[in-house]
């Protein structure tokens, strides 16, 4: 089962959301120390039992997602792949009609060779899919559930609401996911093993990742 992936014992909520005491943007009204990451972000709380109970694939769970991204751990097996690779990583998303972007936001986390193959053959999600090797995937915002500034009612719409780091809408989000800006982009597929061109070297000036904030 996926590293990401949450199970039925990982329940998930946020609690009492109230003005923040600064009147801009919102808290919880019972806040811990726990609630914000480096940034200032308000982060969903969600129970920690990996492997209890049983698998709610898709459905990803908010810490471990966090944690791949930002010390680039694959997303299947949770191997550190800046070990594997320092230079680039391998990233693998849902297609939408063109390959990976430079400047492509994703709240996927990278993922190893041999667990990407495995994955496009048994996700559904990932059936029909593009890749590439990014050489600077850097630490862009967050993805969440925005707030109604006046009647702190949870604004819901049918994707997450992404949110740049600085930006003030973030105070008014609650961020379930961390969203990354993937640059230095290479192309690959499956039909080679997402092995990269002849002449596909890339820099070796990435800068690594920011380290998350762990519970």
């Known amino acids: 089962m996926p590293y990401v992936t949450a199970w039925s014992a990982e329940t998930a909520h946020a609690p ?3 003005h923040h ?3 801009q943007g919102i808290g919880f009204a019972d806040e811990g120390p726990f609630d914000r990451d480096a940034d200032g ?3 969903i709380r969600q129970a920690i039992a990996e492997g209890a109970g049983r698998p709610l694939f898709p459905t990803v769970h908010a810490l471990r997602q966090r944690r791949a991204v930002s010390r680039m751990l694959c997303q299947v097996c949770g191997a550190d792949t800046l070990e594997q690779d320092p230079e680039r990583q391998l990233f693998v998303l849902k297609d939408v009609g063109r390959p990976i972007e ?3 936001l994703t709240t996927a986390a990278p993922v190893c060779p041999p667990c990407a193959l495995i994955a496009v053959e048994h996700c559904p999600h990932l059936r029909k899919h593009v890749a590439a090797w990014v050489e600077r995937p ?3 915002g967050v993805a969440g559930i925005p707030y109604d500034r006046r009647t702190l009612l949870p604004i819901l719409g049918d994707d997450l609401t992404k949110v740049a780091y600085g930006d003030p809408a973030g ?3 609650v961020a379930t996911r961390q969203v990354l800006s993937l640059n230095g982009c ?3 597929s499956a039909h080679t093993k997402y092995l990269l061109p002849p002449g596909g070297a890339v820099s070796s000036q990435r800068p690594l ?3 998350a904030v762990t519970a």
């Open 16 to 18: 009492v959301v109230v």
């Open 21 to 23: 005491r600064t009147g």
């Open 41 to 43: 972000v308000l982060w």
């Open 102 to 104: 430079e400047g492509e």
């Open 138 to 140: 850097l630490p862009w």
């Open 171 to 173: 105070r008014w989000l």
């Open 186 to 188: 290479t192309a690959v």
């Open 209 to 211: 990742p920011r380290k």
